[in-house]
């Protein structure tokens, strides 16, 4: 198989990788809503199981997303990781539109409020942009000083859990001026399991998917040597 056709194969298979996970992530996040406010299933575990599992699933697409471009990078191919960069971003405004659409057409949300759900994933969308695009440029930086695609792979999974971090700090820190740095045992609580989350999330499942979607990818791509 010539190189163009390796090139295509592996960007197909990668654009597939994250849209399927961004797929399986909207559908589920459709019944985390169904279960939530469902009278048979609201008091049940249910929704908490759908929550996290929901948060796994974007996870895993935000650690395809790192391990395509990183395969590209290190196949000597900075063009397709760009695309691959372009198709990403694209993918997640489509997901977001998704979300918005559901939550409008579906009465979960109505009339001011539309406009700061509007906002919200837009926001959403641009951190996730920001986030791909930190990503991409610390795993060049790895190529470029000839680190090896392992401590790429790491140095994007830590943009990853950075960002979110500070996003997640940043809540707590305007909820505790909100409550005069005075929350409740059970609200110092949740902020402590809020930080466990995006330390497992956006830390470990992004960096394990990553790092197993590289081996992967690595078949049909291999490293330039």
Known sequence: MNNQSLRRRFLLCAVGAVFL???LSRTVSI????AA??????????????SYLRQILSACA????????????????????LILLGLHSGLLLIDVLCAFASDAFSGAVEDVLLGYA???NLGDWLISVLLLVLAYLCMRRCRLTDRSS??????????SFG??????????????IEVEFSPYASEIIQMVGEILQVIVMSGGVVWLSA??????????????Q
């Open 21 to 23: 996970c961004l797929l």
């Open 31 to 34: 019944l985390f809503s169904y």
């Open 37 to 50: 406010t469902d009278i048979l299933y609201s008091e049940s575990v249910l929704p908490t199981v759908l």
């Open 62 to 81: 935000c650690g395809a997303g790192i391990a395509a471009m990183c395969t590209a990078l290190y196949a000597d191919d900075r063009r397709t990781a």
């Open 118 to 120: 509007a906002l919200f």
């Open 150 to 159: 392992s401590s790429a792979l790491i140095a994007a999974s830590l943009v």
């Open 163 to 176: 960002m979110r971090m500070i996003l997640q700090l940043f809540y707590i820190i305007q909820f505790l």
């Open 211 to 224: 790092v197993g979607m590289h081996t992967a990818f690595m078949k049909i791509r291999p490293a330039e």
